[in-house]
């Protein structure tokens, strides 16, 4: 394949060195970073070999050209790949978009008189970090149960204090040894630290023990309420005991992490060991690594994963890396750490059977998402198609367009127009109408001059996007709908087809009647009725549901507004920007009548007859509910 005399010239002065390549496309865009021992021999294999992973093969047509950067080192290559990624983002390499951080309990053990805090982050602090939990629930649990035990301070007052003060009602209550006002020494308190650090390394023995005599004491004094609240900290304790599965390895931290691949998505499962108990896990969606090489994946994910280096744990254990790798990356993990970090791939015994597991709970989660995927496709834009294919259309719906009329009597008409996109609502693209030409509660005028507009803005603003060379999508209009539904029956279709018509625009429409949710089509005199669990009726009902709810709630809005209004335009000397001043500072109508004259003057705009006139009217107010 002849690549251009620009790209052959770049491929043939590639150097044998280690360092970086950045591939680009046509617009210059970096769609991939890679690392290489050799550049030669890793870069020109894009552009010489023919037997490539579909996704590889998809990033090779959309290369236009590429940049390298030399390295001294295997290891700065990927210590600079981690770092052009991350601020890249390039479209074709593994990029974790999951940005939760599981909370963790911190100890700072350099202070005097240590407490508990909750962490979203790991840092080189030199405090001692435990978990993470899954969720702040069970950090607070944590908290308590400990604090029902160990006397922890809990204020963030610099100990020792230069003066001692005077304790706290938690010194009273038995919850603090009071350090703040020389209660206790140093020594004393650390004693106390002993029980806290076993119980957060998971010894739960003496905690459950305490409580359980607390408990029977408090029953013993038919003090019940007080039992009552110890019971629940010990099933508190229990629980979190329960949920941190004991597993047979060594007391030291560790992450096994495995890989799970459909073929066109991959899965990557991370579990958390530490003190030789599992405190849960966690599982990261990989796009379009399906087909890749599993070692090959892991390592992105691994460095991808690790960049703070607070999470990384002593023990790193992975299902596969690439060959010759995984001394590379252990001293990565090391230099990002900054402490020692083994990385082992088992191949049998324990740690091995930890890894079968973690793969096991990474294709569990990789089938489920699958399973969600299928039923929201199913139920999106599965049910466009399906609904296409009954009214009779010979191209996929994918926009389609609901449209609902709400008015008070005949005031304040208002229309809407809500958009759905692939069976998805597209909240930016839905638009409101004040009815304008039409008086009086006439729906079926007020659908005409909604559509009306909506068309021939549409087909406006579509010609001019045309003539300068821009797509219709984009457009406040002009991206004009596949299909349009009308609430309504027989002759509100009529109605809304003629003025489409009207327009010289010829867009499939139907209509939802109420009643028994029957479906009229304007060339067909009997409806068709769908049962109701069918996907494509539930889609139908949503877009009606939402032009409804949309209609309704901007009619409720203009409608609280001109009440609003109309009583403050009762006040002589309350003009337009009177009314907004007084409406921007007091919020509503009643908050105006409750305020006094200073309260009203400070008002920008106010003066001292405007004040008093308001007065007067909120005192005439208040006579007429007497």
């Known amino acids: 394949m002849n690549w251009g005399e620009k790209l052959e010239t770049k491929i043939a002065m590639l150097p044998d060195s280690p360092g970086c390549y950045l591939m680009k496309d046509a617009a210059g865009e970096i769609i991939y970073v890679g690392k290489a021992v050799n550049l030669k021999n890793r870069v020109r294999s894009y552009f010489r070999d023919t037997a490539h992973t579909p996704k590889v093969a998809a990033m090779i047509s959309h290369i236009d050209d590429f940049d390298i950067l030399l390295c001294e080192s295997n290891l700065e290559a990927l210590c600079l790949e981690c770092n052009l990624i991350k601020e890249h983002k390039p479209y074709y390499n593994i990029l974790l978009k999951d940005d939760k951080h599981y909370p963790y309990l911190r100890l700072d053990l350099k202070e005097p008189f240590p407490r508990l805090t909750l962490a979203r ?34 204020c963030r007052q610099e100990l020792p204090p230069k003066t001692p003060k005077r304790p706290c009602i938690n010194y009273d209550i038995g919850k603090c040894l009071a350090p703040c006002a020389g209660k ?46 110890i019971r629940d900290k010990i099933r508190d304790v229990e629980g979190i005991q ?43 969606l990989l796009e379009r690594e399906g087909g890749e090489e599993p070692g090959e994946v892991l390592a992105g ?117 809500v958009v759905f996109i692939d069976g998805e609502p597209a909240k930016k693209e839905y638009r409101k109408f004040r009815i304008k030409t039409v008086e009086g509660a006439n729906d079926f005028a007020s659908l005409n001059e909604v559509l009306s507009r909506r068309f021939r803005h549409g087909l406006e603003e579509k010609e001019q996007r045309e003539a300068e060379g821009l797509p219709a999508v984009g457009g406040k209009f002009s991206d004009l709908p596949d299909l349009v539904l009308i609430d309504g029956g027989p002759q509100q279709l009529r109605f809304a087809r003629q003025a489409l ?13 109420k009643r028994l949710e029957e479906i009229y089509l304007p060339d067909r005199e009997e409806p068709v009725v ?11 009902q949503r877009v009606r549901d939402e032009a409804h709810r949309c209609a309704i709630t901007h009619h409720r809005a203009l409608r609280g507004k001109a009440f609003t209004h109309s009583q403050l335009e009762e006040i002589p000397g309350i003009g337009p920007t009177r009314r907004k001043a ?10 105006i009548r409750e305020a006094s004259q200073e309260e009203l003057l400070a008002v920008k705009g106010m003066n001292r007859a405007a004040a008093e006139a308001v007065l007067a009217w909120s005192a005439g107010r208040d006579r007429a509910k007497e």
Request: net charge neutral.
């Open 121 to 154: 982050r790991m840092q080189k602090d030199g405090a001692r970090y435990f978990g993470p939990y899954i969720g702040a629930t069970a950090v607070k649990q944590v908290i308590d149960a400990v604090r029902e035990v160990f006397p922890l301070r809990t």
């Open 184 to 229: 206790c020494t140093e020594e004393q308190y650390w004693d106390m630290m002993d029980g806290v650090l076993a119980f957060l390394n998971g010894d739960y023995a003496p905690v459950l023990d305490k409580l359980k005599k607390d408990m029977a004491e408090a029953a013993g004094r038919m003090e019940y309420e007080r039992a009552a609240v």
């Open 242 to 284: 329960q949920r941190q599965i004991a597993i047979r390895t060594d007391l030291s931290e560790q992450d096994i992490i495995a890989l799970s691949q459909d073929g066109l998505d991959a899965m990557a499962q991370v579990i958390y060991v530490r003190g030789g108990r599992m405190l849960g896990g966690d599982h990261f």
């Open 301 to 417: 994910f691994l460095t991808q994963y690790y960049q703070e280096g607070g999470l990384i744990p002593r023990n790193v254990l992975v299902q596969a890396l690439p060959e010759g790798q995984q001394e590379q990356l252990e001293k990565w993990l090391r230099q990002t750490k900054g402490s020692a970090v083994t990385l082992l791939t088992p191949r049998r015994g324990e740690k091995h059977e930890l890894v079968l597991l973690a793969a096991k709970n990474a294709a569990d989660a990789l089938q489920k998402r699958n399973a969600r995927a299928a039923v929201k496709e199913e139920r999106t834009s599965g049910a466009a198609a399906s609904l296409g294919r009954l009214l009779g259309m010979e191209k996929y719906p994918r926009r389609i367009e609901g449209y609902d009329i709400s008015n008070t009597q005949g005031v304040l008409s208002v229309g809407s127009m």
């Open 501 to 513: 018509l009207d327009m010289g625009a010829d867009v499939a429409m139907f209509g939802l009647a």
């Open 530 to 540: 769908l049962d109701h669990r069918t996907p494509e009726l539930q889609l139908i």
């Open 582 to 591: 007084l409406l921007q500072r007091f919020g509503s109508l009643k908050a």
